[in-house]
């Protein structure tokens, strides 16, 4: 899957032209303190939903049973808010930074200045309502599937990957579509055409989440990823046409 190595891509084109590197400082910074901030808010929520659920278990023979269900459950959970809260923090102290480094990158890979334009701060907040109200009703409805057992929990956690991976790799590659003034169903519409690649870049978003630091490391360079997928797929050169002095 393509967009699995989106932000290996990125962070090798950012070494190959470091001159670039300026324009990612801040929204490394941020993006380092949104993803920590995320972890502790996920690290609290399945803690102290845990806690909660197992003092309310019976002593019975299905309990063990219902112990696991729930588990699977309330890490579904914790990681679903957690997801949430990302998007919401990084709408509000990323995505500005996101999108100036796209910017910088599209201009350097040749793109004209008149066919880009600034994204709107406000813009940027009510997509990323709209992926977190999306994300929180699928949460919701997977916590009423744990309760159907064994089939129940493998569908929730089937169904949980495929909607956070697709969530996440579309909010990254409309990045680059955004600076061309692609509305967001449009750019909906873009994700589900090429399915295979919006998953394989929102897996490796979800995953990256959960390691501090390098983590956040490398989803800012999988911004810079995101705009060489979107160039490759609509047949753009993904390198400069003439190569920079170093």
């Not at 950012?14 to 920590?36: D, E, M």
């Not at 309310?56 to 890490?75: H, N, S």
Request: proline letters at 4%; charged letters at 10%; a neutral charge.
């Amino acid at each position: 899957v393509e967009g699995i190595s989106t932000a290996a891509d990125g962070f090798r084109f950012l070494c190959r032209y470091p001159s670039l590197w300026q324009y990612g400082v801040w929204a490394l910074l941020t993006n380092i303190a949104v993803a920590f901030a995320s972890l502790l808010i996920t690290f609290w929520v399945g803690t102290t939903v845990w806690k909660s659920f197992v003092a309310e278990l019976p002593i019975a023979w299905w309990a063990t049973i219902a112990e696991w269900i729930g588990l699977v459950a309330i890490l579904l959970l914790a990681f679903g808010i957690g997801l949430i809260c990302y998007m919401l923090l990084q709408s509000v102290f990323c995505a500005w930074a996101f999108s100036k480094l796209a910017y910088q990158v599209e201009l350097f890979l040749g793109a004209d200045s008149n066919e880009l334009s600034e994204i709107s701060y406000s813009g940027q907040i009510i997509d990323a309502l709209r992926g977190a109200g999306k994300l929180l009703l699928i949460d919701v409805g997977l916590l009423f599937l744990n309760l159907i057992p064994f089939v129940g929990t493998v569908a929730a956690l089937a169904i949980g990957y495929y909607m956070h991976a697709w969530i996440m790799g579309a909010e990254f590659l409309g990045y680059p579509q955004e600076l061309r003034g692609i509305r967001w169903k449009q750019r909906q519409q873009f994700a589900r055409t090429w399915l295979p690649s919006t998953l394989g870049l929102g897996t490796i978003i979800a995953g990256l989440m959960l390691i501090p630091i390098v983590g956040a490391m490398f989803q800012t360079t999988a911004v810079v990823g995101a705009v060489l997928l979107n160039r490759r797929i609509n047949g753009l050169p993904d390198n400069p046409a003439v190569e920079p002095e170093l």
